[in-house]
């Protein structure tokens, strides 16, 4: 396995800020050459990014084929954009060196979980805007723009809307109380375009912190799109369940719950019947 950090340093980014990706050396005895990388961003409702959803989902997808990189985006005090920069900045270093890492450039999956979900979203809705490519390309072409270009989009459990169903930390933390036009820009179900790449998500029914609707908003304007999209409601579990099982289980000890755990399986299904070769 090879395994390497960068550092990012967009306008505002904070210490720490990096990317970590982990690629699966080629094999003569495998077929699998060029493989699918799936960008994670971990969630903690923009305060800080949880080691639970970060190394153990990334090594869980490299079990399943697939290359994994984790965005440790800044978090508060960083404000809106700087996990947005830094998360396209993350996506012009896998695709500068796609072809080094033999990782497929035309599959290259952006995930997230919770407020992760909504960062991963954030780009999948905003990546052809002009002031994500000036900033990071110095030029707002398309040409430039489809550098930036995710081509499939996974979220866990994703905070989605800034209105009733909002998580409140969440939108505190990114862009504050005041700024009622960038909450209505950072209300993501009311920015979806034809810019938003085919998508699944998964959420729970019973999620306390992060209301189920905020998935079944942004699927209903992915499907007034007509954008490819699975959706999964799973009956039980609270929030932030990572894996649902023992290896991602808290001090808390409450995010076992065995009806969620073939998420991962379902998703792997999903990325592999349109990303793998």
Not at 173 to 202: C, M, Y
Request: charged content about 25%; some cysteine.
């Amino acid at each position: 396995m090879y395994y390497k950090e960068f550092a990012l340093n967009e306008e505002g980014s904070l210490e720490g800020a990096r990317l970590t990706v982990f690629i699966q050396e080629p094999s003569t005895e495998l077929y699998i050459s060029k493989r699918p990388l799936v960008l994670l961003c971990p969630g903690g409702g923009y305060e800080w990014t949880s080691d639970r959803e970060a190394e153990p989902l990334a090594f869980a997808f490299m079990a399943k084929g697939f290359n994994t990189a984790i965005l440790r985006y800044s978090c508060k005090p960083a404000k809106y954009p700087t996990a947005l920069l830094e998360l396209g900045r993350a996506m012009l270093i896998v695709r500068e060196h796609a072809a080094e890492w033999e990782v497929d450039p035309e599959a290259i999956i952006v995930q997230g979980a919770s407020a992760g979900g909504h960062l991963a979203a954030s780009y999948s809705c905003f990546w052809r805007e002009d002031f994500l490519s000036e900033k990071l390309l110095g030029e707002v072409t398309d040409a430039a723009k489809e550098k930036l270009r995710p081509n499939g989009l996974l979220l866990c459990y994703p905070v989605i809307t800034s209105g009733e169903y909002a998580h409140r930390g969440s939108f505190d933390a990114l862009v504050g109380k005041e700024d009622k036009k960038l909450l209505e820009k950072v209300s993501l179900e009311k920015q979806v375009s034809d810019a938003v790449p085919r998508t699944f998500i998964w959420h729970t029914f019973t999620d306390g912190s992060v209301p189920v609707e905020n998935s079944l908003l942004f699927a209903s304007a992915l499907k007034a799109h007509n954008i490819n999209t699975e959706l999964h409601i799973f009956c039980e579990g609270g929030h932030g369940l990572s894996l649902a099982n023992e290896i991602t289980e808290s001090p808390s000890r409450k995010e076992i719950v065995p009806s969620c755990q073939p998420w991962i399986d379902l998703a792997a299904t999903w990325l592999g019947s349109y990303f793998k070769k």
